[in-house]
C-alpha cells in the first residue's frame, strides 16, 4: 500500500523526463543550426533578441546540454525531483530567450508539469 501511494505521488515524472529530453534535443540541434549560420526563421519567433548567432548556438548548446545532465537521461537524482521545476522552467525560458522557441515551449511545459506535481 505504500509503495502505491508514494509512486502517485510523482504521476508526471516520467512525461517531465521525456518532455525535457524532447525539448533539449531540440534547443541543442538550434544551437547546432545557428553555428553553422543556417536560417530557420519560419519557425523561430519574429523578435528574438539576438546579439549574434554564434554566441547563440553556444548558449543553446549549453542550455541542452545542462538541462539533460541535470533531469533527462541520467537516472541518477542529481537534483530532487520536488525542486526541479525551478530548473526547467528557467532554462526553458532561456532557451526560448536564445532562438530555440519549440524545445524552450516543451521544456517550459515539462516545468509546470514538474510544478504541479510538486504542489500535489
Not at 512525461?15 to 553555428?35: E, H, K, Q, T
Amino acid at each position: 500500500m505504500i509503495d502505491v501511494m508514494f509512486m502517485a505521488s510523482h504521476r508526471y515524472e516520467e512525461l517531465v523526463r521525456v518532455l525535457n529530453i524532447l525539448g533539449s534535443l531540440i534547443a541543442i540541434v538550434y544551437g547546432i543550426v545557428a553555428i553553422l549560420n543556417v536560417s530557420l526563421q519560419f519557425i523561430t519567433p519574429p523578435s528574438s533578441p539576438h546579439v549574434s548567432t554564434f554566441f547563440d548556438g553556444i548558449v543553446l548548446i549549453v542550455l541542452g546540454i545542462v538541462s539533460l545532465t541535470v533531469f533527462g537521461v541520467n537516472k541518477r537524482k542529481s537534483v530532487s525531483y520536488n525542486s526541479v521545476w525551478i530548473l526547467l522552467l528557467v532554462f526553458g525560458i532561456l532557451m526560448f530567450w536564445f532562438g530555440s522557441a519549440i524545445g524552450g515551449l516543451i521544456v517550459v511545459l515539462g516545468g509546470l508539469l514538474a510544478l504541479l506535481d510538486a504542489l500535489r
